[in-house]
Nanobody, 124 residues
Framework: QVELVESGGGLVQPGGSLRLSCAAS????????MGWYRQVPGNQRELVAS???????KYADSVKGRFTISVDNPKNTVYLQMNSLKPEDTDVYYC??????????????????WGQGTRVTVSS
């Protein structure tokens, strides 16, 4: 099976920085994309930033120029460097992995996965 383990959330003052990490565990052969989402009213999740395995990135307009997503392919780990944080960035951030191909007890399988979420609080 595959598990996404997030870390790096916490409390930071406005203007500060945090770095989120998301490591995918399991016997993983490949994945198509990884990204970060945050919760919005209505129990929906909006894209914050995403990357393909080859490094093609996408950002929400609200974080462009402040957040940077990067990936360590051998470690199946994605990072989100968040700079110039604002109070409106306060939220629970979820890691997502798309089309993960992995080894299971039943052979090679694929699926999409979510992490458990890590809370980011920006406040003075």
């Amino acid at each position: 099976q595959v598990e996404l383990v997030e870390s790096g959330g916490g409390l930071v003052q406005p203007g500060g920085s945090l770095r989120l990490s998301c490591a995918a565990s399991g016997t993983i052969y490949s994945w198509n994309g990884m990204g970060w989402y945050r919760q919005v009213p209505g129990n929906q999740r909006e894209l914050v930033a995403s990357t393909t395995r080859s490094g093609i990135t996408k950002y929400a307009d609200s974080v462009k120029g402040r957040f940077t997503i990067s990936v360590d392919n051998p470690k199946n780990t994605v990072y989100l460097q968040m700079n110039s944080l604002k109070p409106e960035d306060t939220d629970v951030y979820y890691c997502n992995a798309v089309r993960v191909v992995y080894e299971s007890s039943e052979g090679r399988r694929y699926g999409d996965y979510w992490g458990q979420g890590t809370r980011v609080t920006v406040s003075s």
